[in-house]
T-cell receptor
């Protein structure tokens, strides 16, 4: 069974430039998560989708970050414009959804460097 | 709000030695507990999880963890470490639901030959 797929794996951009990350969850998983992992820290949730609906985006910096999950499958996370402090690993995870004991499975992440 | 503490930032063990990584949480009720491992440049791989029932949980790669309610702990153990176990280990807590996880800051494991 294929795992969570993310692209690109690495991205280097200048500050103030836009950037986008793509995630394809495990087939059949209805819930999709985007996390940010700063250096030396654990992942922190940015947004959670149940199918197409963003059910928890309280930690998403909405002035510069946006996300979408069209058709309830793939998702894109965008930053515009990027700032130096956005350098981090952006992780996508997915889970079956629908229960309190849902287990999250993570993709390899996208390492973003903002210069 | 819940919190997760991994007191050890970095641990070094010899190959073949036993391992225990500590995890303490702060939450009033019984949480959902997870251990994930992250190898360099990789995402997080689930090692094991605890939802309810037997407090000693077996996971992949020979790891186990024990939930101790009285100590608010969920320590990860392995009886004999292999060089390939070198990685970063994260404890995570879900409170009321596994859909909202709080992660610890991680423990980096180094294995010497």
């Amino acid at each position: 069974e294929a795992g969570v797929v993310q692209s690109p794996r690495y991205k280097i951009i200048e500050k103030k430039q836009p950037v986008a990350f793509w995630c394809n969850p495990i087939s059949g998983h209805n819930t999709l998560y985007w996390y940010r992992q700063n250096l030396g820290q654990g992942p922190e949730l940015l947004i959670r989708y149940e199918n197409e609906e963003a059910v928890d985006d309280s930690q998403l910096p909405k002035d510069r970050f946006s996300a979408e999950r069209l058709k309830g499958v793939d998702s894109t996370l965008k930053i515009q414009p990027a700032e130096l402090g956005d350098s981090a690993v952006y992780l996508c995870a997915s889970s079956l959804g629908g229960g309190t004991t849902d287990t999250q499975y993570f993709g390899p992440g996208t390492r973003l460097t903002v210069l | 709000a819940q919190s997760v503490t991994q007191p050890d930032i970095h641990i070094t063990v010899s190959e073949g030695a036993s391992l225990e990584l500590r995890c303490n949480y702060s939450y009033g009720a019984t949480p959902y507990l997870f251990w994930y491992v992250q190898s360099p440049g990789q995402g997080l791989q689930l090692l094991l999880k605890y939802f309810s029932g037997d407090t000693l949980v077996q996971g992949i790669k020979g790891f186990e963890a024990e939930f101790k309610r009285s100590q608010s702990s969920f320590n990860l153990r392995k009886p004999s470490v292999h060089w390939s176990d070198a990685a970063e280990y994260f404890c995570a807590v879900g409170t009321g639901t596994a859909s909202k996880l709080t992660f610890g800051t991680g423990t980096r494991l180094q294995v010497t030959l």
